[in-house]
Structures are given as structure tokens and as C-alpha cells.
């Protein structure tokens, strides 16, 4: 009966792979060369005429432009937090950590407010009527939004760095600038270049900032939304996709190549400067330019999350605030339906995403069974590609038969799932590397199942990476725009969805209103689930404590 669960388990995992990440991939390349049953390249030629030359000029031009400014602002603020003592560094990462917590748009949304037409800056302050739309204004959004996930992410690179590295150079008579260019620069080069990538895939495949910001601007990505909601017409949209992917490629090579020189400097006799008790001093003025870096970025992101809670309860239409609550009336209540229905399907995704990506790397590195790398690399895809062509896949697969999902809540939980199972995927590899496997070996010699193994050993080991896994993946989903606003239908709205309509229909007051409930329900039920666990531990603390005293 054991061995036919674990069997069933794993046939599961694996037709669960196959039916919602390989099949709508397939989907959407063959949506993209197939029309009407017959193989074409029509919408490939359609895309490549002259009037369509400037849609991929823009695209590459905003993603470059973005990619490359928020790598650079990014570096500086991570350089500073990596050579700064250890109380300022750890102010910095939480900070950069909690403005990753907020909803899609809301930065175009207090952009507009503050430095619009009437913005609160330009027009109330200053006296002037400025036009925040076109490239610039899509340029400025897409780098402010990325700059705190690529500053962790460099960060991270930079700890990988031995101190031994730097002290030799700076043993051997180099300035601490001549050891950041020579020593710390490459050794930090794939993480940078890593970052760079996924930075350009990720502004690539924004849609919602182009459509908010970009007034008579148009990029690929938004046409390929166009393409869907107004004119139905999914075999372009599909082979717009389809020509985005080779930059994911590339962005998750180096991201890899990056993961790989990162392990190999984390061995077990490196160091990390921040661990080492040793600083790292540049010159006053070189410090000084990452120090306003640093405190302009945080400035902003302050100016920004206090602009939308003032939004809420006030109206600045006419140049000057004038406190209100019309738009907690004008709030409809379906909204609030959508609202709810976010909090349960993020709930559902965190829990079963976390808990196959734990199990997918239990087949994989912890019983090795034959084949399983290859899921594991399956499992990647819908996270290395953009989310609007995962999400075009689910269109392209499930709208009609043999499994016709459309129109259900279950096509938006299963996204949600199946695009953050690589998450958990790689925090469960993580966690399984700490746990001897002597204690599974021993169990087996006692008689348990693999399943018993699982269940009563290795799972409940590996409950905080679950919660911090159901965590990440509810903050994603409840934030997550671009893979399901095309699998949205009425009755099962989701409220980042509604926020990215009221902003664009000009409903900015409602729009403060939906961003700041989202931001309050994400920030909630992480730090409840964070209770619990603390909760958790100190019981079990208890316990054992109780048990050796017993003894």
C-alpha cells in the first residue's frame, strides 16, 4: 500500500508537469506556427514588416535603457551595504526587503500623482504641467521597481567574495578602489551580468508599464496584450512571445553560470567580509556617492508608499489635497470580491507549490531517481520565460477541450502554482543538502516507508523552508499581473488585475484605495505565518527540553 502511494504521489508530480508547464509551452510555439491546422510562418513575416520595426526598436531600446540603469543603481547600493558595518547593512536589506512588497503599478500610480499634469511635485509645487508619459517615463518606472530585487541579488553575489581575496590585495599595496576594479568587480562579473539579463527579459516582457505610462509609446509586449484582449487575434500574440524567449535563454545562462561561481566560492573555508570583522574603506567622495545613491533610492520608495496611503483618503485633482473618502465608496464591491479572491487563491498556491517543489526535490536529489533533473529543469521553464507567455499557454491550452479550464478559478490557481514550483524547488534542494541521509537510511533498516520517511522525518525538518516558501510564493501571486490577466473572467477576478484596469481607466484615487488593501493583506499574512512558525519552534523547544529533563 506504502509503495503504491509513493507511487501514485510521483505519477502525480510528474503528469502534473507535464499537463501544465510542457503542454502549454507547447501551445503557444505551436499556436505561433499553426493556423487553422496548417503550418505557416505568416504571423512570424507579419511581425517582421517595416511598420512592426519600430515595435521591436522600442522593446529593445526601454529594456536596454531600464536593464542597464537599474544594474548600475542597483550595484551602487549593494556595493555600499556589502562594505558598510554590519547594523547598517542589515537596515538596508530590510528595507530593500519591504519595498519588494508591493503590488504591480503602484509605482506608476504615485509617479503619476506626484509628478503628472497635476501632480503634487510638478504641478502643485512647482508650477508646472509636465507630460510623465512616453519612454522616459516607462524607462524611470521599470528601474525604480527593479532596483531593490537586483540589490539583493548583488548583494548575495558580493558575500560570495572571500575575504582572503581582498585582504591579499590590500596586503600587497592596493588602494581599496584598485581592489574593487581588480578583485571584487570580476569575481562579481556573472552575478552582474546575471542580473542584467534577467533584468532585460523581465522589461522585455512588461506590458503594464508601457500600457499605464507609455502614452503613444508601444513595445512588443503590449501589442501582444492588444493583440489578445482587443482583436482575439492569439496566433500573433503567441509569436510575439515566442520571440522574447532567446533573451530569457540567455538571461538564464548567465543567471546559472552565475549560481555555479557563486557555490564555487562558498565553500566551506570562505569567508564573507561581512562575517570577517574587517571594512572595506573607499575614498569620502566615492563613498559619498553611494551613500545619496542609497538614501535617494529609500527616499523615493518612502515618498512613493506615502503618497499612496495619502491617496486613499484624499483628492488631489485640483492641484491641492482635499481630504476624502469617495474613494472608499467608489469602491464597487465586486472589487472586494476580487480582493478575496486573490487572498484564497495565493493561500492555495503557496501551499501546494511549496509543497511539490519539496517533493520534486526529494525524487530528485534525495532518492535520485532516473529522469527526475530533467522535471527539475521543466520546472524552471514557466519561471525563466515571461509571464505573459506562460500565461498566453494557458489560453492556447486549456480554452477549449480535451481539459477546458477557461472561465474557472482553477486555471488562475494552477498558474499561480506552476510558475512558482521552481521556487520551492531550489530552497528545498538548499534545505535537503543540511539533512544527514543516514537518518533516512536508518529508518529503512527499521522498516519505514518512503512515504513514512517523508511524512514523519524529512517534511516536518523542512517546515520553516515551507513556510518561508508559501510566503514568497502568496507575496508573488497576490502581485502577479502579467501570466494571468489574460485568465481572468467575470465572477473570478483577482484584485491585482483590478488595480492595473482602475489605472488604466484613470480611477487613481480607487486605484490607491485596491493597492494599499493588497499591500496590508501581503504584509499580514506574512508576518502571521512568521508568528506561527516562531510559535512552532519555541513549542517544540519546550519539548525537547521537557523530554531531557525527564531523562
Known amino acids: ?7 501514485l504521489i510521483l505519477g502525480v508530480l510528474l503528469l502534473g508537469i507535464g499537463i501544465f508547464i510542457l503542454y502549454p509551452i507547447w501551445s503557444v510555439v505551436s499556436t505561433s506556427l499553426y493556423d487553422r491546422g496548417v503550418f505557416t510562418l505568416d504571423h512570424y513575416k507579419g511581425l517582421l514588416r517595416m511598420e512592426n520595426w519600430n ?7 526601454v529594456a536596454v535603457a531600464s536593464s542597464g540603469l537599474t544594474t548600475l543603481l542597483a550595484f551602487c547600493i549593494a556595493l555600499y551595504a556589502f562594505v558598510s558595518g554590519r547594523k547598517r547593512r542589515f537596515l538596508i536589506q530590510r528595507s ?4 519588494m512588497i508591493s503590488p504591480p503599478f503602484v509605482s506608476a500610480l504615485a509617479f503619476i500623482m506626484l509628478f503628472g499634469r497635476r501632480g503634487l511635485i510638478t504641478h502643485s509645487l512647482l508650477g508646472l504641467s509636465v507630460n510623465p508619459y512616453g519612454w522616459q517615463g516607462i524607462v524611470i518606472l521599470q528601474t525604480v521597481g527593479n532596483i531593490a530585487f537586483a540589490s539583493l541579488m548583488l548583494l548575495t553575489a558580493l558575500e560570495a567574495i572571500d575575504v582572503r581575496q581582498i585582504l591579499a590585495s590590500r596586503d600587497l599595496g592596493a588602494s581599496p578602489f584598485k581592489t574593487l576594479l581588480h578583485v571584487i568587480l570580476p569575481a562579481a562579473r556573472p552575478g552582474i551580468l546575471s542580473i542584467a539579463f534577467i533584468l532585460f527579459t523581465m522589461n522585455l516582457a512588461d506590458f503594464g508599464t508601457p500600457i499605464v505610462m507609455g502614452g503613444r509609446y508601444s513595445v512588443m509586449a503590449t501589442e501582444a496584450y492588444l493583440q489578445v484582449i482587443s482583436t482575439g487575434n492569439l496566433g500573433k500574440a503567441s509569436a510575439i512571445s515566442v520571440l522574447m524567449i532567446p533573451a530569457a535563454i540567455l538571461a538564464f545562462f548567465f543567471y546559472h ?37 542609497t538614501i535617494l533610492f529609500l527616499a523615493v520608495m518612502l515618498l512613493k508608499y506615502s503618497n499612496i496611503l495619502l491617496s486613499t483618503v484624499s483628492n488631489t485633482a485640483s492641484g ?8 472608499l465608496q467608489n469602491l464597487p464591491r465586486s472589487q472586494w470580491s476580487s480582493f478575496w479572491h486573490s487572498i484564497w487563491y495565493s493561500a492555495v498556491a503557496g501551499v501546494v507549490a511549496s509543497l511539490m517543489g519539496i517533493l520534486l526535490s526529494y525524487y530528485t536529489h534525495r532518492r535520485r531517481i532516473f529522469g527526475m533533473k530533467l522535471m527539475e529543469f521543466c520546472v524552471s521553464l514557466p519561471y525563466i520565460i515571461p509571464g505573459t507567455f506562460f500565461g498566453l499557454g494557458y489560453v492556447a491550452a486549456f480554452t477549449r477541450g480535451p481539459i477546458a479550464l477557461r472561465g474557472t478559478a482553477a486555471i488562475i490557481i494552477l498558474n499561480y502554482i506552476f510558475r512558482q514550483i521552481s521556487v ?37 525538518q523542512l517546515l520553516p523552508t515551507f513556510v518561508v516558501c508559501f510566503v514568497t510564493i502568496f507575496t508573488s501571486s497576490m502581485t502577479a499581473v502579467g501570466a494571468i490577466v489574460f485568465l481572468i473572467s467575470p465572477g473570478k477576478n483577482v484584485a491585482s488585475v483590478e488595480l492595473f484596469q482602475s489605472i488604466g481607466n484613470g480611477r487613481y484615487g480607487v486605484g490607491a484605495v485596491q493597492a494599499v488593501c493588497i499591500i496590508l493583506a501581503t504584509v499580514g499574512i506574512n508576518l502571521l ?5 516562531e510559535r512552532f519552534n519555541k513549542n517544540k523547544k519546550e519539548v525537547k527540553d521537557y523530554v531531557f529533563a525527564a531523562r
Open 320 to 327: 491641492s489635497i482635499q481630504f476624502t473618502a469617495k474613494h
Open 257 to 293: 553560470k552565475s549560481v555555479k561561481r557563486t557555490t564555487s566560492f562558498s565553500g566551506s573555508g570562505t569567508r564573507a567580509l561581512s562575517n570577517s570583522g574587517h571594512e572595506l574603506r573607499f575614498f569620502p567622495v566615492f563613498r559619498g556617492v553611494l551613500c545619496t545613491v
Open 96 to 99: 530593500l526587503l519591504l519595498t
Open 55 to 61: 515595435l521591436i526598436r522600442n522593446s529593445l531600446w
Open 1 to 7: 500500500m506504502s509503495r503504491f502511494a509513493d507511487g
Open 529 to 533: 505565518t512568521m508568528y506561527l512558525l
Open 424 to 460: 520551492s524547488n531550489k530552497a528545498a534542494n538548499a534545505a535537503f543538502s543540511a539533512i544527514d541521509d543516514r537518518q533516512d537510511r536508518a529508518a529503512r533498516d527499521l522498516g519505514a516507508s518512503h512515504v513514512r520517511i517523508f511524512s514523519s522525518i524529512l517534511l516536518p
